[in-house]
């Protein structure tokens, strides 16, 4: 039964990992329902019931808190379409932190999963921003910049690696192009979409994971664990620690 517990105005969109459950907030001004289905602390919910439906407020947002939820869970949500003839069906979380598809489920109607947001050990809280005048930027698409395997995007911690290449060129900004899923593989950067959730590294992470330790102790930092970076939007927070 979804509750409106932790649940008012300034509740974040998407899904918010809060004591005892999670908050679900997403912007649906013209639907006529909105579902909250899924996994929930091993407890499967997949209906367009009453005690599934989240509450909608007067400025267009669907919320509601569900009891038990936690890192790992996966959720996805239904949505009727205006009344009378509007269409319907399973709709991502456009604020995931991370996506699955199965055999089952594949994408676009994949399940989203529930990740905290304060999970990843930062290290960049000595950075600064280089003075306007004194910038060097350096321009890239994540999804091509690193290429090593015919047909294959590249990935943020491909790029992460290469940054004794991008530091030895005096560079001291790197601007992505934009960052997000992208429907084609490899895309240009401009066709994306799951802006929060873009395909993160593949599952052998243990090279990736000595490269980006290499580049910490250059600096003095403590190294990862393979716990860190194990979640898609940890190993996406990854490159920020050699700031």
């Not at 199965?102 to 109607?109: A, E, G, I, L, V």
């Not at 330790?213 to 190993?235: E, H, R, Y």
Request: hydrophobic fraction near 35%; aromatic fraction near 12%; charged fraction near 15%.
């Amino acid at each position: 039964m979804l509750s409106q517990l932790n649940i008012s105005a300034t509740t974040p969109l998407g899904a918010t990992i809060v004591p005892g459950g999670a908050t679900f907030r997403v912007f649906a001004p013209r639907a006529s329902a909105v579902y909250l289905n899924g996994v929930f602390a091993g407890t499967t919910y997949n209906a367009q019931s009453q005690d599934r439906l989240l509450s909608k407020d007067a400025n267009g947002f669907w919320a509601g808190f569900q009891a038990g939820a936690g890192d790992g869970d996966q959720y996805r949500f239904w949505v009727d379409g205006p009344s009378p003839n509007g269409t319907q069906g399973y709709k991502r979380d456009p604020y995931a932190r991370e996506l699955v598809s199965t055999k089952d489920n594949p994408f676009p109607n994949c399940f989203c999963i529930l990740r905290p947001s304060n999970s990843y050990p930062w290290y960049d809280g000595g950075f600064q921003t280089p003075d306007f005048s004194d910038m060097a930027i350096y321009q890239a698409h994540i999804g091509t910049y690193s290429i090593n395997t015919s047909g294959v995007s590249s990935n943020f911690l491909d790029v992460a690696c290469k940054v004794g290449y991008i530091a030895a060129l005096n560079v001291n900004v790197f601007q992505p192009l934009p960052i997000d899923e992208q429907e084609l593989n490899p895309g240009l950067g401009y066709g994306g979409a799951d802006i929060f959730s873009p395909v993160a590294a593949p599952a052998s992470l243990p090279g990736y994971l000595t490269a980006l330790n290499a580049l910490l102790a250059a600096k003095g930092q403590a190294p990862l664990q393979l716990a860190d970076v194990s979640p898609g939007p940890n190993q996406l927070k990854a490159p920020a620690c050699r700031r």
